[in-house]
């Protein structure tokens, strides 16, 4: 079993919907918590970074964490076509390197 | 500006060929990271140093070395060895925060794309 573990999509949704992007993990130890943006043919960029259970928000973008089910999520509201991206989830205890989830591939459609 | 610059963008190698990639950062970060990052599996973790003159491996370190003799550059050879080395490689940075005061936030190169002919 992966330790973390992010459905590959793609997800294609029309411009202006609701996105919900999510993470399961299996390590309870787990607390750091992060989402990272990347582009085609980019590097990856850190988008959210929360480390408690609870919402998080920063504009368009809220991130959740379940710590008793283990699970993580990143929501869009308004969704822009140059939202369109791979969206990564990456999980820490803190003592050690991030361990990256797969990835999922988005599509916002004008 | 600061950040990470990695080179080259592009890369091709013959099987049996040593290549090397470069990883230069201004930010004055004291760890730095190489990433492999296939289609459908994220990014897998090759090595990392925290400090000069010290690394460790990561999950996939087999067919891959490195060297951290200066505190701004972190270069990675994939060798002969590694059996499947067609891939994007990324390179990170990070400012370790001690005492388990919080995660380590990585900053990313632009990465560096080999193919092996």
């Known amino acids: 079993q992966k330790e973390v573990e992010q459905d590959p999509g793609p997800l294609s949704v029309p411009e202006g919907a609701i996105v919900s992007l999510n993470c399961t993990y299996s390590?309870?130890?787990?607390?750091?918590f992060m989402w990272y943006r990347q582009y085609s043919r980019k590097g990856p960029e850190l988008l959210m970074y929360t480390y408690s259970s609870g919402n998080k928000e920063d504009g368009r973008f809220t991130a959740q964490v379940d710590k008793s089910s283990k699970y993580i999520s990143l929501f869009i509201r308004d969704s822009q076509p140059s939202d369109s991206a791979t969206y990564l989830c990456?999980?820490?205890?803190?003592?050690?390197?991030?361990?990256f989830g797969s990835g999922t591939r988005l599509q916002v459609q004008p | 500006d600061g950040g990470i610059t990695q080179s080259p963008k592009y890369l091709f190698r013959k099987e049996g060929q040593n290549v090397t990639l470069s990883c230069e950062q201004n930010?004055?970060?004291?760890?730095m990271y190489w990433y492999r990052q296939d289609p459908g599996q994220g990014l897998r973790l090759i090595y990392y140093s925290q400090i000069v003159n010290d690394f460790q491996k990561g999950d996939i370190a087999e067919g891959y070395s490195v060297s951290r003799e200066k505190k701004e550059s972190f270069p990675l050879t994939v060798t002969s060895a590694q059996k499947n080395p067609t891939a994007f490689y990324l390179c990170a940075s990070s400012m370790p925060r001690g005492g388990g005061s919080g995660a380590n936030v990585l900053t990313f190169g632009a990465g560096s794309r080999l193919t092996v002919l």
């Open positions: 990456a999980i820490t205890t803190g003592r050690r390197a991030l361990t």
């Open positions: 390590n309870s130890a787990f607390q750091y």
């Open positions: 930010l004055n970060h004291d760890a």
